[in-house]
Nanobody, 123 residues
Framework: VQLQASGGGLVQAGGSLRLSCAVS????????IAWFRQAPGKEREGIAC????????VYSDSVKGRFTIASDNAKNTLYLQMNNLKPEDTAVYYC?????????????????WGQGTLVTVSS
């Protein structure tokens, strides 16, 4: 199983970015997939999760209303549309697959991880 995250970069506060995560070796459908992020000196934070067969979503309070998670089951690709970015959104963003249950934002409950893509938001 491989997860390849992309789309990070440098953006000014108030701007937008869209992250992508291409998943191979694991078929979407009746599975949960998620985005996490980790800022320097902080723990990895779960920010969004989607169940790919019914599009149920959940977001952390820190990104709710600004970020949107989506999946394209035909392409086995996960997306994160990030709008109205803030300097505190600066972090390495990771996609995660193979959820073992429990709370989605517990990083220990995920089996596979992408390599991370850096998002830097300047003020």
């Amino acid at each position: 199983v491989q997860l390849q995250a992309s789309g990070g970069g440098l953006v000014q506060a108030g701007g937008s970015l869209r992250l992508s995560c291409a998943v191979s070796g694991l078929t979407f459908g009746n599975s949960a997939i998620a985005w996490f992020r980790q800022a320097p000196g902080k723990e990895r934070e779960g920010i969004a999760c989607i169940v790919s067969d019914n599009d149920d979503t959940v977001y952390s309070d820190s990104v709710k209303g600004r970020f949107t998670i989506a999946s394209d089951n035909a392409k086995n690709t996960l997306y994160l549309q990030m709008n109205n970015l803030k300097p505190e959104d600066t972090a390495v963003y990771y996609c995660a697959a193979q959820w073992y249950g429990g709370t989605y934002d517990d990083s220990s409950r995920w089996g596979y991880w992408g390599q991370g893509t850096l998002v830097t938001v300047s003020s």
